[in-house]
């Protein structure tokens, strides 16, 4: 059964950093792009990172630009979402996803993690 699991949320100071894990199972992650999404209350979901099956390329919502990293580890089955100099508005349930390509509308999805920036 195809599984992602996000970790790593939590609530941080203004100006603080946390790395969030995408943990996939019952698939081979080297097959696919995962992307990272989040939702704030009130507001639609909206993509913040991608990564490609390859890891050669990534893609970043301006929000997060020279903030966030994406990575993988194909050989751990997880994908990492690296975010520094957090602000308030970063605060949202951020969910991982997975598709073969990048799109907005991704197949398989997680249930979510919720990050809360606020001093």
């Known amino acids: 059964q195809l599984q992602l699991v996000e970790s790593g949320g939590g609530l941080v100071q203004p100006g603080g950093s946390l790395r969030l894990s995408c943990a996939v199972s019952?698939?081979?992650?080297?097959?696919?792009?995962i992307g990272w999404f989040r939702q704030a209350p009130g507001k639609e979901r909206e993509g913040v990172s991608c990564?490609?099956?390859?890891?050669?390329?990534?893609t970043y919502a301006d929000s997060v630009k020279g903030r966030f990293i994406i990575s993988r580890d194909n050989a751990k089955n997880t994908v990492y979402l690296q975010m520094n100099s957090l602000k308030p508005d970063d605060t949202a349930v951020y969910y991982c996803?997975?598709?073969?390509?990048?799109?907005?509308?991704?197949?398989?999805w997680g249930k979510g993690t919720l990050v809360t920036v606020s001093s």
């Open positions: 990564i490609s099956r390859s890891g050669m390329s990534t």
């Open positions: 019952g698939f081979t992650l080297d097959y696919y792009a």
């Open positions: 996803a997975a598709d073969r390509i990048c799109v907005l509308y991704m197949d398989y």
